[in-house]
């Protein structure tokens, strides 16, 4: 589920990605694939939909009558929906509606409680076998063995420079997988779960969600003021500080044709 996200493998959110099959701004989608149904549908009619959202002609389509129809409705503007059909007694069937998309951007600030640190799209393996884990600049009576990583074939030995040290690489390989690594974001999240659950209540809103939530974050480093990394994923060089969560929330809200929320809103927002 997260390489089908409209985000990097940092977790900046893209600029364009494909959704239902078109490619769209994810942050201002200039249009929403919706659903439309005739209740009650006579069997075996056919129905012709028009829809008509004031710009250029009115789009037309048949189907039979008991099926969905789907369509792409222009966003932040209603759209007018007629339904008609002839039926075999004679009779006709006409029916008319409007269309209109409520888009909620909705986002998600705070430290690693926000960010669902504790709960990764992909936990790590456990190995039967542990390694030997020293306490920095302690002695031999400062050593213990903890849970190895299922898949680390590294050296274990207290000797050696360790398991989980930069120049074990495999170690990392091993690791647990996040939307973001960086700040250790997950879809398990509570934010995004309970963004989730307003998407799939409400069928007749579009929820944008932004996840800035940053495991470590505190107010001045995290919100204001960038913060370091929390580690690296992935092939290729990585970042090693991640962007303030609020300047990341005016810049979303900007590219929405929003001014966004200010420092002196900030209890509000």
């Known amino acids: 589920m997260v390489t089908s996200l409209c985000v990097d493998a940092s977790g900046k959110l893209l600029d364009t990605c494909e959704r239902d099959g078109e490619k769209e701004s994810y942050l201002a989608p200039v249009d929403h694939r919706v659903g439309a149904m005739v209740q009650n549908a006579p069997a075996g009619a056919t129905c012709t939909w028009t829809f008509d959202d004031g710009e250029g002609p009115a789009r037309q389509a048949a189907a039979p009558c008991g099926e969905e129809m789907r369509a792409r409705v222009r966003a932040a503007k209603p759209t007018i929906v007629t339904v008609d059909a002839a039926l075999a007694d004679g009779t006709s069937l006409h029916g008319r509606g409007e269309i209109a998309v409520r888009d909620l951007l909705i986002a998600g600030l705070g430290d690693s409680v926000a960010s669902g640190e504790g709960n990764p799209d992909r936990p790590v393996a456990l190995a039967d076998d542990g390694f030997c884990f020293r306490r920095f600049l302690g002695s031999t009576r400062s050593e213990y063995f903890r849970p190895g990583r299922a898949g680390y074939r590294g050296n274990k030995s207290c000797e050696s420079q360790g398991a989980g040290t930069a120049a074990d690489r495999t170690w990392g390989a091993n690791a647990a997988r996040w939307m973001s690594a960086a700040c250790h974001r997950s879809l398990y999240s509570y934010q995004l779960r309970t963004a989730l659950a307003l998407a799939i209540e409400d069928r007749h809103a579009a929820v944008t969600f932004l996840p800035l939530a940053c495991t470590g974050a505190q107010i001045e480093d995290g919100l ?18 991640v962007r303030p969560s609020f300047r990341s929330s005016r810049s979303c809200w900007r590219s929405r044709g929003a001014p966004g929320p200010t420092a002196s809103s900030i209890s509000s927002f």
């Not at 204001?224 to 500080?241: I, N, S």
């Open 224 to 241: 204001f003021k960038q913060r370091a990394a929390r580690e690296c994923q992935g092939a290729g060089k990585c970042a090693t500080t």
